[in-house]
Structures are given as structure tokens and as C-alpha cells.
């Protein structure tokens, strides 16, 4: 049975930080691509970074450029996001994805809200 289970999310004040991680089980970790996405009220669903299974090899999206940073831990099937400086607009669901061809699994997300 596939999970991924999210956490870390909670109130931050704006300039804080906040390291989700997302717990992966049922498949074989090192073969997917892992990223994280949001979505805030009332918008899509957006990416927000990725690294690739293999060389690990990360991207993001360019309003959190020099702010997250997306790593993945093999030997503990797990994959985090370091938020540094939040803003205002950071306040959102996110989900921790895994992706690997046709093969496409979510979390249940965790909600992360900046306010002062």
C-alpha cells in the first residue's frame, strides 16, 4: 500500500521557517521523482520544487528560488522542504508527490499558514 504521509506544517510569522518532511512507504522510493506543490485558497495547484530519483538533480519554482531547498533521504524513504523567510503568500496546503512514468502518488498535504 503506497503512503505518503506529510508533516511539519503549522503558523509561522512572516521572515520564519518552517521544514516540512513527507514519509514515503509501499514503493521504491529511489525510483521516483519526489516533489512538493501548494495550493492556496482559492488557486490551483502549483509546483513548487523537485528532484529527480538518480543524480537528485532539483528544481524550482522561481517565486521560492533562494528561499526552499528540497532534499531527499533514501535510507529514510523521506523527502523534506526547508522554507526559509516566508511570506505572506506562502500560506497554502502542500503536498508531497512522488512520480515515476504513468505512476503518480500524493500525500493527504499539510497546511502551512504565515500571518502575523
Known amino acids: 500500500q503506497v503512503q505518503l504521509v506529510e508533516s511539519g506544517g503549522g503558523l509561522v510569522q512572516p521572515g520564519g521557517s518552517l521544514r516540512l518532511s513527507c514519509a514515503a512507504s509501499?514503493?521504491?522510493?529511489?525510483?521516483?521523482?519526489m516533489s512538493w506543490y501548494r495550493q492556496a485558497p482559492g488557486k490551483e495547484r502549483e509546483l513548487v520544487a523537485t528532484?529527480?530519483?538518480?543524480?537528485?538533480?532539483?528544481n524550482y519554482a522561481e517565486s521560492v528560488k533562494g528561499r526552499f531547498t528540497i532534499s531527499r533521504d533514501s535510507g529514510k524513504n523521506t523527502v523534506y522542504l526547508q522554507m526559509n523567510t516566508l511570506k505572506l503568500e506562502g500560506t497554502a496546503v502542500y503536498y508531497c508527490?512522488?512520480?515515476?512514468?504513468?505512476?503518480?502518488?500524493w500525500g493527504q498535504g499539510t497546511q502551512v499558514t504565515v500571518s502575523s
Open positions: 508527490n512522488a512520480r515515476r512514468w504513468s505512476y503518480d502518488y
Open positions: 509501499g514503493f521504491t522510493f529511489s525510483s521516483y521523482a
Open positions: 528532484v529527480t530519483n538518480g543524480y537528485g538533480i532539483r
